[in-house]
Nanobody, 123 residues
Framework: QVKLVESGGGLVQAGDSLRLSCAAS????????MGWFRQAPGKEREFVAR????????YYADSVNGRFTISRDNAKNTVYLQMNSLRPEDTAIYYC????????????????WGQGTQVTVSS
């Protein structure tokens, strides 16, 4: 069993930065692939970024590539999402989860979802 707790969300202006944290317990983040998703009101939950266990290779959605960075701190057992140049369309609840399937981009390939953290970007 893995428990994930997200934090770091808030209200910011367009162009600002935020760093989200996903603190894990029950497993070490260095050994498991982890991902970030987001869900805006009235929309499906969508893939944002993923980091693999071991080598830490990363994947990003096209919409955030070049602006967001996923990373992890093994000593703190925490995965981060650094979000720069935020846009109003980035407004959503952000979730982290453990990747356990074959499809990197599908929400159905992830499990042990956290409770989410709200990010609101004003124009």
């Amino acid at each position: 069993q893995v428990k994930l707790v997200e934090s770091g969300g808030g209200l910011v202006q367009a162009g600002d930065s935020l760093r989200l944290s996903c603190a894990a317990s029950g497993r070490t983040v260095s050994s498991i692939p982890m991902g970030w998703f987001r869900q805006a009101p009235g929309k499906e939950r969508e893939f944002v970024a993923r980091i693999s266990g071991g080598t830490g290779s990363t994947y990003y959605a096209d919409s955030v590539n070049g602006r967001f960075t996923i990373s992890r701190d093994n000593a703190k057992n925490t995965v981060y999402l650094q979000m720069n140049s935020l846009r109003p369309e980035d407004t959503a609840i952000y979730y982290c989860a453990v990747h356990h399937g074959s499809d990197v981009f599908s929400r159905y390939a992830y499990t042990f979802w956290g409770q989410g953290t709200q990010v609101t970007v004003s124009s």
